[in-house]
């Protein structure tokens, strides 16, 4: 997938850029799809990670480290040719050059009412990188706010930033639907808030890719 291709997307600057896409509908179901199949197969993915979430499963994994997972491939290769190329136009966009990209893993979410994502960052084989967050499926209601309803957190996505000054945007709460693809670098610190009184389910995508590059190299580039 070249840049052009990737023409669709938006751009929040917290200190550092998140950019959200949105999915090819072939892509989109691909996904579903191949989840729905094998979900009751997939390898457990709680071990490796932060959240607050009994159902979180592996899709994809190709790390150093196989002591809590071994390296295995479920995604066809036009799906993870999407995820490179959305992470390739994200460093490119950004003026990023002379890297080298390694996809690390990719796992599924399955949220339910009371649990939740506390805030963490992400890390592959290497501290820098590109997290990822795609929304594959959403509650009806997120239940009910118990306070300030006029402001809604119950099921947010929260992306925190490090831009200071007074009219610097500091967080990045978007109003997410299907098909919402966000990329942001690995440290940049995230969470997901609970929701209540559904059986419903939140369903999302995280995908990890390691970045290797040269920072001085990259400063100053314009």
Same mark, same amino acid.
């Given at each position: ?12 600057? =917290? %200190? ?6 949105? @999915? ?9 799809? =191949? ?15 932060? %959240? ?18 071994? +390296? ?8 993870? +040719? ?5 992470? +390739? ?18 796992? @599924? ?7 939740? +994502?506390? @805030? ?9 990188? $590109?997290?990822? @967050?795609?929304?594959?499926? $959403? ?36 109003? =997410? ?42 400063? %100053?580039?314009?």
């Amino acid at each position: 997938m070249t840049l052009g291709q990737n023409q669709n997307f938006d751009f929040i600057f =917290l %200190g550092q850029s998140v950019l959200k896409y949105q @999915v090819p509908l072939e892509i989109f179901y691909s996904i579903n799809a =191949l989840y729905e199949k094998n979900k009751n197969s997939l390898d457990p993915a709680n071990k490796q990670l932060v %959240g607050k979430i009994e159902s979180e499963h592996s899709l994809f994994y190709n790390g150093k480290d196989e002591s809590k997972m071994k +390296n295995h491939n479920k995604l066809p290769l036009i799906i993870k +040719n999407y995820f490179m190329g959305c992470f +390739n136009h994200y460093l490119q966009w950004n003026r990023i050059r002379e890297y080298e990209l390694h996809l690390n893993s990719i796992w @599924v979410n399955e949220m339910k009412a009371h649990e939740y +994502n506390p @805030v963490h960052i992400h890390r592959g084989m290497l501290f820098t990188g $590109l997290s990822s @967050v795609m929304i594959l499926n $959403l509650p009806s209601t997120y239940g009910k706010e118990y306070s300030n309803d006029e402001v809604p957190q119950n099921g947010k996505l929260q992306i925190l930033g490090s831009a200071s000054g007074q009219f610097a945007k500091i967080d990045y709460q978007p109003e =997410l639907n299907v098909r919402d693809f966000f990329i942001f670098p690995y440290d940049m610190r995230h969470c997901v808030y609970p929701f209540n009184s559904t059986n419903e389910t939140r369903r999302t995508l995280a995908a990890n890719c390691d970045v290797n590059f040269d920072p001085i190299k990259n400063r %100053g580039v314009s």
